[in-house]
Nanobody, 125 residues
């Protein structure tokens, strides 16, 4: 049974930083791409960033490019999202997700098969 445990969300002022973590169990972690998505109430889920199974390639949405950095530690079955220069519009629930085995990084929700419960990020102006 695949389980994802997210942590690191919280409240921060604009310009601040947060680091999200997501630890996975019940899967071969180094065989899957991982992703981070976010969603506000009443809105569609948005792909934020994704990283390949060994971390060699990654992709970002235009809205976070240059401010967020995704990374992973396969020895710890953990993926991270370092968020810098946070803006109020980054306020959302953030979800980590497991991609399809041997798949490529993607920002498409349909390319991910398991989802975490989410961690709230709130950025005040």
């Amino acid at each position: 049974q695949v389980q994802l445990t997210e942590s690191g969300g919280g409240s921060v002022q604009a310009g601040g930083s947060l680091r999200l973590s997501c630890t996975a169990s019940g899967l071969t972690f180094n065989a899957v791409p991982m992703g981070w998505f976010r969603q506000a109430p009443g809105k569609e889920r948005e792909g934020v960033s994704s990283i390949s199974n060994f971390g060699y390639t990654s992709t970002y949405s235009d809205s976070v490019k240059g401010r967020f950095t995704i990374s992973r530690d396969n020895a710890k079955n953990t993926v991270y999202l370092q968020m810098n220069s946070l803006k109020p519009e980054d306020t959302d629930m953030y979800y980590c997700a497991v991609g399809r085995q041997w798949g490529s990084p993607s920002l498409l929700e349909a390319d991910f098969v398991y989802w975490g419960q989410g961690t709230q990020v709130t950025v005040s102006s």
